[in-house]
């Protein structure tokens, strides 16, 4: 598809990397010369540089024959602009990035009356990842498919742990609970296991499987499974809004520390229930008598990130909370994830996952379209939800006899609203959702996967 994307900071520049390597065909809009020529030289993709608002660089970008403009700049007000302008002038699909909270409550009007196919608030995604998080305390990373009745978990095996020296074939034996461990990352490699793998101490495991089975699971290992009763946030930013806002509702403790005194009162009016307190949370004795020893979830969230990490870093030599730790850069990221800062949110990638995710689901028109897709362990591994459509190669078919490709399994199958964890004996039949977790990324439908 040809696709525009207006805005050249972090967000845009993921996506043009993504979107370009998946086969569009990418130019990229900025008023600024420097970072167009840094995106165009490093993606091989086009670029233009002016206002993305005005039609006539829309049109130098070729907006008439555009499939999908991405308004992504840092205001709100300008992708809105750039949006309205593309949809009149090239009838394209349109998505816009709008952080600002007081648009949340406005999102469904705005979307309609503009006629945009998508709005992505950046924040919000991120505040409600964390909530996911909070979840399972013991996790890295948890996201959701098929309307949430399956979730997918990521989880580091400790050293002791009942699941070490377990081969996966005799997981339901040992652990007497029945969920499928489709990806193990093991230092530097990232494998897709077959029954006769052995876990081992440090894993990274990726646990698919109906909620209640996750959290029968955890239990079963001696893992706390319950939702996290408070949490100490550094950083009063619009983030940390929407999660207090989520917590709260949940029934979770919140206390902010954040060091502007201006914005101290603005977030006692916004957040009536939360303990709002002013001081820098840099200072380590601040924190000890706020209590960082017994908190239950510690998340550094400021707009700093080795402030975030350090943070991160203090917490986890004082306390047990559960850590989540806000980074916006990624050049890092592998000495990042070597601090073992518990999770790390990249707002960014956030993003990027679900506009492409929209992306792949236009693209999709045969067979079985991609319902949802994520990306773990560094982008190495995709996990993609499909709807299995009549004609499909795969319907009607025992999983023991298709032939998938190497590094690709079936993670779950869900048939008329039931959930079944498949075995060689399960049949995929039309209008079921199935999940699938691969290595080789980039699929664009479920045949794909067949060799």
């Excluded at 559960?322 to 601090?339: C, F, G, M, N, Q």
Aim: overall charge negative; proline content about 3%; some cysteine.
């Amino acid at each position: 598809m040809k696709i525009i994307i207006v805005g050249c900071g972090n967000v845009g520049a993921t996506l043009a990397q993504q979107l370009s390597n998946e086969g569009h065909d990418i130019t990229v809009v900025d008023s600024n010369e420097k970072l167009v020529g840094g995106i165009s030289d490093a993606f091989d993709v086009l670029g233009v540089v002016g206002n993305g608002a005005s039609l006539n660089i829309q049109r130098e970008a070729g907006v008439d024959n555009t499939d999908l403009l991405i308004a992504v700049t840092g205001s709100d007000e300008l992708n809105l602009l750039c949006c309205l302008i593309a949809k009149k002038a090239g009838g394209c699909h349109t998505i816009a990035r709008v952080s600002n909270p007081v648009y949340s409550k406005e999102i469904g009007f705005i979307k309609e009356e503009l006629g945009l196919s998508m709005i992505i608030n950046p924040q919000m995604a991120a505040a409600r990842e964390i909530g996911r998080l909070l979840k399972y305390p013991s996790a890295l990373k948890v996201d959701s498919f098929v309307k949430s009745r399956v979730e997918l978990v990521v989880y580091k095996i400790p050293e002791n742990s009942p699941l070490c020296n377990v081969q996966l074939k005799d997981m339901d034996r040992t652990i007497h609970c029945n969920v499928l461990i489709p990806v193990v990352e093991r230092g530097e490699q990232v494998i897709i296991p077959d029954g006769n793998f052995e876990l081992k101490a440090g894993d990274e495991i990726t646990i698919v499987a109906p909620a209640e089975n996750t959290i029968e699971f955890f239990k079963r290992i001696g893992v706390p499974a319950a939702v996290t009763k408070d949490i100490m946030m550094i950083g009063g930013g619009i983030t940390s809004i929407y999660l207090a806002k989520q917590l709260i509702a949940m029934g979770v403790k919140v206390k902010i520390v954040e060091r502007d005194p201006v914005r101290c009162e603005e977030l006692t009016e916004m957040l009536p229930k939360a303990l709002i307190i002013c001081g820098d949370a840099t200072e380590k004795e601040l924190l000890i008598e706020e209590g960082i020893r017994n908190v239950g979830a510690f998340a550094a969230m400021t707009n700093f990130d080795e402030e975030n990490i350090m943070l991160a870093l203090f917490a986890k030599s004082i306390s047990k909370a559960k850590l989540i730790t806000k980074v916006h850069r990624i050049a890092y990221d592998e000495i990042i994830d070597s601090l073992g800062i518990g999770s790390v949110i990249y707002p960014k990638y956030i993003t990027s996952e679900s506009i492409i995710k929209y992306v792949r689901a236009m693209r999709n028109t045969i067979g079985s379209n991609i319902e949802t897709l994520y990306r773990l362990n560094d982008n190495r591994v995709e996990v993609l939800e499909f709807h299995i459509r009549k004609d499909s190669p795969v319907a009607g078919i025992p999983l023991r006899e298709l032939k998938l490709k190497k590094n690709m399994i079936i993670g779950c199958i869900t048939h008329k609203g039931q959930v079944e964890m498949p075995n060689g004996d399960s049949v995929i039949d039309v209008d079921d959702m199935v999940i699938l977790i691969t290595t080789t990324t980039g699929l664009h439908d479920i045949s794909d996967a067949l060799k």
